[in-house]
């Protein structure tokens, strides 16, 4: 072979490399030929994970191998030219889901959570079932006449106030005659408190309102007008623990090493929070007063306390920083993520959901009959919620800015969930339901 013909040999080699190793980078890279534009553009993708996670999956109605699997839990779409894509999943007895999903250069777009509604559902119990309450997973059922009952066992009439961690004592408030009783699980007996406190020595006349604690088998927590005393419902004995000077007690909360109540001031028309330690028997108060009177309070964390007010606003308190912070107006209800790094606020006209621990996380929905919605769950992803309504419950995504699959669950008058079985309980002619939701 001649020198020229070797230098041309070379030449053409090192070309061929030169488009070869740029076309290589431009691909790795993400550029791809759009014979749409007939340009280079990047690609993006779309990462799916489904619950099922064998659901179908339909990508701008063509459709795509799912790979989820034993090794692999989602599915990367990827090589997509950026766009609004349609993505849809399907499977037989579930509702099928559906959703916009916008693909950016050189990203990937999430759907990490796209949970599908079941169709099916299964028979708990039957009868003249009104209303239940879940303790755990165990459903204490209400017959149209107000009876209650767990297990087949008879536990008095009226409403489930609260029970124990263990579900040793379970406390029943009967509105007509306005008597509390304590069930005894071990047992199977009734205790009516009233009757104990009186012979105790706590007046016939005097108006008061019992609450559980969850986390004593022994005492109960008697809230007086302006007072809080201890009963122990083994030995009888009442235990003065607490006495404002004029102010209004209104609701009490238990945690496993603290007491929270609010006190009213009528006159002012505010409210303090006060912290109270059950083993040093020292209490904490907000300097700040909070207006109007409480309505609700819940413990959300070890720390961190709840309040709404009657004039619909929301605060969360945090005890180790002595911080008072408003969250949101205009609430009627809210519910706390199991881990309490969420709340969500159930407005009425739009729905709102505040992210703690995250600085960008912040959602508000324009929720369809807002006015009606009465109550809110966190579903166990903490991605999505259940609204409840009269006559029905919805499945809201939080990704789901449209609302597209804002679908009814279930039609039901009274439902809960349970977020330890996945479950969603509901009552329907006359019996008690439910629908497991796919994990």
């Known amino acids: 072979m001649t020198i020229h013909a070797r230098r041309r040999l070379f030449y053409g080699l090192f070309a061929a490399f030169l488009v070869l190793g740029t076309s290589v980078i431009f691909y790795v890279s993400g550029w791809r030929f759009d014979p749409g534009t007939l340009s280079l553009r990047k690609v993006g993708a779309i990462f799916v994970r489904s619950f099922p996670r064998e659901a179908r999956i339909i990508l701008d109605k063509k459709p795509v191998e799912n790979n989820s699997g034993f090794f692999q839990n989602g599915t990367l779409i990827n090589n997509l030219f950026p766009k609004t894509y349609e993505l849809e999943l399907s499977l037989g007895g579930y509702k099928p889901w559906r959703e916009k999903v916008p693909v950016a250069p050189s990203l990937v777009s999430d ?15 039957t009868g003249t079932i009104a209303r239940f309450t879940l303790l755990g997973d165990t459903p204490i059922l209400q017959n149209k006449k107000g009876g209650l009952s767990v297990n087949g066992i008879k536990i008095g009439s009226g409403e489930v106030t609260g029970s124990t961690n263990d579900l040793s004592k379970i406390l029943v408030f009967n509105s007509a005659s306005g008597t509390y009783s304590l069930f005894n699980s071990a047992t199977a007996t009734r205790t009516n408190l009233n009757a104990a406190l009186k012979k105790a020595g706590l007046g016939a006349s ?76 020292k209490t904490q108060s907000t300097a700040e007063n909070i207006r109007g009177k409480n309505t609700k309070l819940q413990w959300a964390a070890t720390s961190e306390i709840a309040l709404l007010q009657d004039d619909g606003s929301f605060y969360t308190y945090d005890r180790n920083k002595d911080a008072l912070a408003k969250i949101a107006d205009d609430v009627k209800d809210f519910s706390f993520t199991s881990n309490a790094s969420a709340a969500a606020a159930l407005e009425h006209k739009a729905l709102e959901v505040f992210f703690f621990n995250q600085d960008k996380d912040y959602y508000r929905f324009n929720l369809p009959r807002a006015q009606s919605a009465t109550s809110i769950e966190w579903y166990a992803d903490q991605s999505h919620l259940f609204v409840h309504y009269p006559s029905e419950v919805k499945f809201l995504d939080l990704k789901d800015g449209a609302m597209i699959n804002f679908e009814p669950v279930v039609q039901t008058s009274f439902a809960s969930y349970d977020e330890k079985t996945n479950a969603l309980y509901f009552v329907a002619n006359d019996g008690l339901k439910k629908i497991d939701f796919p994990k």
């Not at 759907?111 to 119990?125: N, R, W």
């Not at 006495?243 to 238990?254: F, H, P, R, Y």
Request: proline content about 3%; glycine content about 2%; charged content about 20%.
């Open 111 to 125: 759907e990490k959570s796209a949970v599908l509604i079941p169709e099916t559902t299964e028979t708990i119990a």
């Open 206 to 281: 005097q108006k008061f309102k019992i609450i559980l604690d969850p986390y004593d088998t022994q005492n109960v927590i008697v809230l007086e007008t302006a007072a809080i005393v201890l009963f122990n419902t083994n030995t009888q004995i009442i235990s003065p623990e607490y006495k404002t000077s004029g102010a209004v007690l209104k609701n009490i909360a238990a945690s496993q090493f603290f007491f929270a109540w609010t006190e009213w001031n009528s006159k002012a028309n505010t409210s303090t929070l006060v912290i109270y330690d059950k083993f040093l028997h």
